[in-house]
């Protein structure tokens, strides 16, 4: 039996998921890239492949419908929107995702960015290495209001850690979800006119911030994205950088992948190239997870 792999760093940080599938006598495919597959080059990795552990290329009906012995497809990670779900079980392809490990690390990164945004490290790193003593004043997460957009398992995670800075957080999230005490449950359109910050945790690929979302928040807000790159228009980021109705952006996921975009020449943007998941203990146990699922949806004890 063999499987194919197309994250690009499978394996680089632990064996345990890939001896998993060595001592099941599999044999494996490695991504020969070393980064996210294009739809013609998945086409070719998944030739005669009976599993595919899989990252965010196109996995989409041309492309599961020429895998003709494909029988699973187990996500590294949480996100599936790259996934045709209709074309896969119509195919008889089964699909599962890891969706527990990657809340720790996200969340811990998105904390991490927001802080190192509001405190200016990145400007005040650079000055320094310069020769410069920056003594600068900038701002705190003290009693900032937080909207939280998307309340799931990582939404929840980075909430519960920003409550220890005692700031105000607000959620939107259309589902009917139980909010912890040190939640405020808002509309959207209220929460983008009432934060100081916003971290989005959404599913899918739809746009949910454009001009009219912009035009409805605070001058001097700040932007996490750790989700999808699609979830803002691009333009419009731009744009409100440009009027400092943004003060600040970190981005984690980007419109395409490698991002040679316009925004890798403005100081305001915090980019990091789509790694809150990578952490040791976080690869480790999404493909320790994936690989399990994998052998499961193949009948493999």
């Keep these: 039996m063999k499987v194919a792999i197309s994250t690009s760093a499978f394996g680089s940080k632990s064996v345990l998921a890939l001896n998993l599938l060595k001592d099941k006598s599999i044999e494996i495919i490695e991504n020969p890239y070393g980064r996210r597959l294009t739809e013609p080059e998945i086409i070719e990795h998944l030739k005669d492949v009976d599993g595919l552990l899989a990252g965010l290329e196109p996995l989409n009906r041309n492309v599961l419908s020429s895998a003709s012995q494909l029988k699973a497809v187990a996500r590294v990670g949480v996100g599936t929107a790259n996934v045709d779900f209709t074309a896969a079980a119509e195919l008889g392809i089964k699909v599962s995702n890891t969706p527990e490990g990657p809340t720790f690390a996200v969340a811990e990164m998105t904390l991490t960015a927001l802080l190192s945004l509001l405190r200016n490290f990145p400007d005040i790193n650079a000055k320094m290495h310069r020769g410069e003593w920056p003594k600068e004043v900038h701002q705190s997460l003290y009693g900032k209001t937080v909207l939280i957009l998307g309340f799931g398992r990582i939404g929840a995670k980075v909430a519960e850690m920003i409550s220890v800075f005692e700031a105000n957080i607000i959620v939107y999230d259309p589902l009917d979800v139980a909010l912890p005490e040190y939640c405020t449950k808002v509309s959207f359109e209220a929460g983008l006119q009432m934060a100081d910050v916003i971290s989005i945790h959404t599913g899918g690929e739809a746009e949910i ?93």
């Design 209 to 301: 911030i454009g001009e009219t979302e912009f035009e409805q928040m605070k001058p001097g807000v700040y932007i996490l994205n750790s989700a999808r790159g699609n979830l803002i228009n691009e333009q419009s980021l731009i744009s409100n950088l440009e009027n400092k109705r943004v003060a600040g952006v970190w981005l984690d996921a980007f419109w395409e992948e490698p991002y040679v975009g316009e925004l890798i020449q403005n100081e305001a943007v915090l980019m990091t190239p789509h790694l809150s998941t990578y952490t040791e203990t976080c690869r480790e146990t999404m493909e320790l997870d994936a690989a399990k699922n994998l052998l499961r949806d193949l009948g493999i004890d």
